[in-house]
């Protein structure tokens, strides 16, 4: 199953960082390395535990019962990644994200 999941993120995000090895990781790593500075991520702390915040406030209300966690994670992610890179307030955490629900569906899917 894991090897499904591999190739399947390797086909949708490409030879980049994650699934490069060698040379071609070293200079994609020292590419990347200045943009995840402490200092620069300092500046998005406040997005990061807000967004947090919600994601286990979340579970709060679930009252001990199961639930799948990957669209929630997802939903964290997007919401973080939509006010930190592009400014965007969403509440996709708060309801349906059809961003979000497709991504699942992808998954299951595969």
Request: proline share 2%.
């Amino acid at each position: 199953v894991c090897s499904v999941n591999l190739r399947f993120a390797s086909k949708w995000l490409g030879d980049g960082l994650i699934f490069s090895g060698g040379s071609k990781w070293s200079m994609r790593r020292r590419l990347l390395t200045p943009s995840f500075h402490f200092d620069i991520l300092r500046s998005y702390m406040t997005i990061i535990n807000e967004t947090t915040s919600v994601f286990l406030e979340n579970f709060t209300k679930l009252d001990g019962n199961a639930v799948e966690i990957f669209p929630r994670s997802l939903a964290m992610s997007l919401d973080t990644a939509l006010r930190s890179l592009l400014s965007y307030q969403t509440n996709c955490q708060l309801g349906e994200d059809e961003y979000a629900k497709i991504m699942h569906r992808l998954t299951i899917l595969v």
